[in-house]
């Protein structure tokens, strides 16, 4: 990532343009300040160091090789909005985000890979992850810098998500919020639970429709939990349709899956601050108008 000091900023210490005009975090500075990767006009220099106007500013990041050899994976992706630093993918419901011993060759990873035509040295940088059940919409950083961006709007209202669920049985109200600590569940390495020892987590919600035997919601997320919106949604009696985990697995209708889609999803543009919004929506919602992912939360 470079930045060209303006006649403003003559005199500033290399370390406040980085943390101030670039938008370096401090964990970032400190890593490139003691791995030599900080440069002034292409020479490497402390961070005490001052500039004049007109100077390159560059810093960056060591990027660590994927922990598995890749292979691609020959998957349509549907990409709603794609530029050079960032691109938003529609995953489908399961298939992995990631690559991983269970999953080595058949994730969006590995889709993304084939994408791209398998290019020596691609790095994948997933900004929020899906659960391998949930299908919808995924930002995918193109650059380092704009990874590091993303991840700071990560759970702010600058990178707003909603998601479309549909639950087996009907929430008692309508719309409300649903606020209930979540916490690992003893002896689990993934299973959640609500519990007072758990973090604060908060879950807006709205009944679309009746839907079969249950409902359509549409759920925004305040926080960002391990499996939040399935948590929530068994704790009140209406879990996610053919969650395996919180709910009753329907391997007819949802092989692999179930039915909760990250429908929404609106981001800033990591370089120029554009607002991105994209939309996609699952085929078990049926008819549906796009505008209702938009509707306020009362």
Partial sequence: MEYRVKPEETGRKIRDILRGSMGVSYTALKSAKWNG????????????????AGDTVEIEWAE???????????????????????????????VASQSSRNHPDDSLENAMYARFGCPENF????????????????????????????????????????????????????EGVLDFPIAKAPGATVKRIVSEEGKPSRTKYRVLREQGDGALVLLELE????????????????????????????????????ALHSALLEVRHPINGELIRTTSLPEWAGKIDPSVLFMDFR
């Avoid at 490497?44 to 160091?49: G, I, L, P, S």
């Avoid at 193109?142 to 998500?161: E, S």
Wanted: charge should be positive; proline fraction near 9%; charged fraction near 25%.
């Fill in 223 to 258: 926080t960002g939990r391990t499996h939040q919106i399935r948590v929530h949604l068994s704790h009140i009696g209406c879990p996610v349709k053919g969650d395996f985990l919180y709910g009753t697995e329907l391997p007819d209708a949802f092989p692999g899956c179930f």
């Fill in 64 to 94: 660590d090789a994927p922990v598995y050899a890749l292979k691609p994976f020959d998957m349509p992706v549907e990409v709603p909005w794609e530029d050079e630093h960032l691109l938003i993918a529609v995953k489908p419901a399961g």
């Fill in 123 to 174: 790095i994948y940088r997933p900004v929020n992850r899906l659960d391998k059940g949930t299908g919808g919409l995924m930002a995918v950083a193109r650059t380092p810098y704009a990874q590091h961006l993303l991840q700071k709007q990560l759970h702010t209202p600058a990178f707003r998500r909603r998601y479309l669920a549909w639950t087996d049985g009907k929430p008692a109200k309508n």
């Fill in 37 to 52: 990767r900080i440069f002034l006009n292409g020479e490497a220099v402390r961070t005490d160091a001052k500039a004049s």
